[in-house]
């Protein structure tokens, strides 16, 4: 349109000099002139006219068409309206595992920790999904669920997700300072099947979440999503303030304060099949498991997890501290019922050390790493201390009764853990993670020289992980 | 059974956030002029809502021209009820996609016309063209200015008028045809809406008349000075008679049936009827409206469409359809 105008303006100037000009000679012949600049000025502006009505169409086009984008590695199709889409994303995690030293001489390996793409959208936007296959280690669906938001403060998620217990399980695998998650977190649960409420309130300083689940073991997954094996439910209730979220001046904006507890009824296997691990991912406790029933612990009645959690996040600066109580009733055969007590704690902090903020979220580097512009991205280094307590009654008694074997389980871990992590991009990172676990056995306890438990274990695993 | 109380507790819970957080969102896909008798309108209807029930009502506005309108609904818009410049656009939504029931016109009182307008002419301040009738449209020399009939429903009320008068003057079919087709050589700007043309021709300056709605040509008299402009009335006109209905097959879905459908009837009442009366609709059923307002309306005689042209289906098969008169007229 405005390409136009200059050209108008040449015509009108042009009028005005023709008409000085003209002024002295006789009217019809100026009326003349009159009418012709007239109808070329009605020519011009219908011509700017046309153009306008044609950039408006071409932007309602515009607008009406669906948009595909993709950015770090994410491709995202939306409706031209917003109120739909897809988005896929992924996660790949490569790692290599290396035992300094360990009773068992556990081979050092490549692994392939986890690979994951991940369907999310929104239709109309109200509903919200998410689909997430794993196809590491078992294959499986992490996450199947619907989230209808019908605004911020009330939302309802129905199918597969995490249970919203644990501070560090809740935190996305990719962004956890560590590339393991600390032993704490083998007494809280995982993802499970059921509903939830959940929202923000009070201008997002407090989220709340209240579900009911199928139930699964310390730890556990619910893996292929099936229906409950148990009439039990387990019910989770958890509340997590950040009080200073918004206030841009407030030296706390990054605190966050809550605690989560979850009760139901289990049967079955107590603890997850194949017990608590450590950094390694090696197990260092389990009930007993024998080929009897006289021989095997299983849940029998209620079980109970709380977890006061907190985080507080300034500039480069993180810290995350989680306490983990978890009790379960376990009986072995026919025998006594015993009310099984676990504490788990976890302390973990990390300093950017390039100066990017650090936050729940993860770190977004300000450059990539580039070796030709000479940008190197973002490193982070990270320390942690965690540890559970075992409840010692699993040990006592005679062999005929206790819960689980003395010589192969821990009654305590200790694990102490330094890193580096590396921020190649925001999408991808490379960890350095040492773990040193010390274990204190059970009194009386003789493990071979080749059990886990028969000495501390140090490992090394480094990680690189594209997530987008 | 503590869990079973926990669990009743939870859905109890969630059904009274659900009932006490009752906000309703309504869409009425109109056409083009209407945007500021809605703006008004819907105030009102929010706040004898809010009076009646206790519970929020918002409604959201979307104008165009009104075929187009009616195919954005028929593609998916999910329009909880359509307010557009003509039957036959309404119509489109039974024919095409089942969305209303075929009886649509039924169900509200007046053929589901809550308020009519006219079609009349808005010329510059001394009206320098001297326009009186509509045989003044088609002189050469003469800039018109009118929407698109494929695309805008006032456009259609527009070409139907002008055809009426000339089959009326003339005395034949072939002669309304030629006649029309020398009016439409006049037309510098096809917009797609009436309120496109409005623009095209107040603020863009273009033409020398524009054939308007009624309650637009008032619009542009108010907003933008009567030194500016001037209503020219013709010697006979068309009783435009803009149609609205609830679109059944999304109020279901969303559950606003009840809302929607009251919505419509406010239209019909006292304060829905003045509200049209002051956007310069002629009200359709309220004797106070017809009376407060009868002197802003000018004296014309007006004919139906059912009249002149046996109704809308015909008529948009005739005229409109690919291949009618407007695309024999207009081929480019």
């Known amino acids: 349109m405005n390409a136009f105008r200059p050209a108008r303006v040449a015509v009108l100037l042009s009028a005005v000099v023709l008409h000085g000009s003209l002024f002295a000679q006789a009217d019809p012949e100026i009326e003349a002139l009159r009418e012709q600049i007239r109808q070329l000025d009605q020519k011009l502006r219908v011509l700017e006219r046309k153009q306008e009505l044609k950039d408006e169409e071409a932007a309602a086009k515009s607008k009406a068409a669906p948009k595909v984008t993709a950015s770090d590695g994410r491709v995202e199709v939306t409706s031209g309206d917003g109120a739909h889409s897809l988005r896929l994303r992924g996660l790949v995690q490569a790692d290599y595992r290396y035992y300094a030293d360990s009773a068992n001489d556990t081979p050092d390996s490549f692994l392939l920790r986890r690979a994951r793409l991940v369907f999310e959208g929104k239709f109309s936007n109200l509903f919200q999904f998410v689909v997430q296959p794993e196809f590491a280690s078992t294959i499986q669906i992490l996450d199947a669920n619907v989230n209808a938001a019908f605004s911020p403060a009330l939302q309802l998620r129905v199918g597969k997700f995490k249970t919203p217990v644990g501070l560090e399980q809740l935190q996305s695998d990719p962004v956890a300072f560590f590339n393991e998650r600390s032993v704490a977190t083998n007494l809280t649960p995982n993802r499970d099947v059921g509903l939830q409420l959940h929202g923000d309130l009070f201008g997002e300083r407090l989220n709340y979440a209240v579900g009911v689940f199928n139930g699964v073991p310390d730890a556990g997954n619910n893996v292929t999503g099936s229906s409950d094996s148990d009439h039990g439910k387990n019910v989770v209730v958890r509340l997590f303030a950040t009080p200073f979220a918004g206030e841009a001046d407030s030296a706390f904006r990054g605190l966050g304060v809550g605690v989560a507890a979850s009760r139901g009824t289990f049967s079955g296997t107590a603890g997850r099949a194949s017990g608590y691990r450590t950094d390694g991912q090696q197990t260092f406790f389990t009930y007993l498991s024998g080929a009897t029933p006289a021989d095997t612990v299983a849940a029998v009645g209620r079980g109970t997890t709380v977890s006061p959690q907190a985080y507080f996040y300034s500039g480069p600066f993180g810290v995350l501290a989680e306490y983990v109580v978890s009790s379960i009733e376990v009986q072995r055969g026919t025998g006594r019922v015993a009310d099984v007590k676990n504490h788990g704690y976890n302390l973990s902090f990390g300093y950017v050390l390039t100066g990017e903020d650090a936050s729940y979220r993860g770190v977004s580097p300000k450059t990539s790493f580039n070796a030709a512009t000479g940008t190197w991205g973002a490193f982070e280094v990270v320390g942690r201390i965690a540890g559970v307590d075992i409840d010692d009654t699993v040990f006592t008694g005679p062999a005929t009764l206790r819960l689980a074997n003395p010589n192969v389980s821990a009654t305590a871990l200790t694990s102490y853990g330094l890193g580096l992590n590396w921020y190649f991009s925001k999408a991808a990172r490379a960890n350095f993670n040492v773990f040193h676990n010390t274990f204190k056995l059970a009194p009386g306890a003789t493990p071979a020289p080749t059990a886990l438990i028969g000495d501390d274990e140090t490992t090394f695993i480094s990680r690189l992980q594209l997530s987008f | ?332």
């Not at chain 2, 209303?100 to 009349?120: E, M």
């Not at chain 2, 055809?163 to 917009?191: C, H, I, M, P």
């Not at chain 2, 419509?264 to 002051?278: F, P």
Request: proline content about 4%; cysteine-free; aromatic content about 10%.
């Open chain 2, 1 to 332: 059974m503590k869990t079973k109380i926990f669990l009743s507790s939870l859905l109890a819970a969630t059904l009274a956030v659900a009932a006490s957080a009752k906000k309703i969102e309504l869409l009425n896909v109109s056409y083009d002029p209407t945007r500021e008798l809605y703006v008004e309108f819907n105030k009102a209807f929010a706040a004898h809502w809010k009076a009646t029930t206790g519970d929020d009502v918002t409604i959201k506005q979307s104008h165009g021209g009104s075929g187009k309108q009616a195919r954005s609904v028929i593609d998916g818009l999910r329009a909880d009820v359509v307010t557009l410049a003509l039957a036959g656009d309404v119509d489109a939504l039974h024919q095409n996609a089942k969305l209303i029931p075929a009886d649509w016109q039924k169900r509200l009182p007046h053929n589901s016309a809550p308020y009519t307008s006219t079609i009349v002419f808005l010329v510059r301040a001394g009206n320098p063209q001297k326009i009186k009738d509509w045989d003044d449209l088609a002189k050469p020399g003469v800039s018109v200015i009118t929407p698109n009939p494929k695309t805008s429903g006032g456009a259609q009320w527009n070409y139907l008028a002008a055809w009426e008068y000339a089959r009326r003057k003339y005395g034949s079919e072939e002669q309304a045809k030629a006649f029309v087709a020398r009016l439409y050589k006049n037309v510098a700007v096809l917009d797609s809406g009436a309120r496109g043309a409005t623009t095209t021709f107040v603020q863009r300056g273009i033409g020398d008349v524009f054939i308007s709605w009624e309650n637009e040509a008032f619009l542009a008299l108010h907003e933008f000075g009567k030194d500016k402009f001037e209503i020219v009335v013709p010697s006979i006109s068309i009783l435009a008679e803009p149609t609205v209905a609830v679109v059944d097959q999304v109020v279901k879905r969303k559950g606003t049936e009840a809302v929607a459908k009251a919505y419509l009837e406010y239209l019909y009442s006292e304060e829905g009827q003045d509200i049209a009366g002051k956007h310069f609709y002629r009200p359709a059923v309220s004797d106070a409206a017809k009376k407060k307002y009868a002197s802003v309306f000018p004296k014309v005689e007006l004919f139906t469409i059912d009249e002149a042209f046996g109704g809308w289906t015909k008529a948009k098969k005739t005229h409109f359809a690919d291949g009618g008169t407007f695309d024999q007229i207009y081929a480019r």
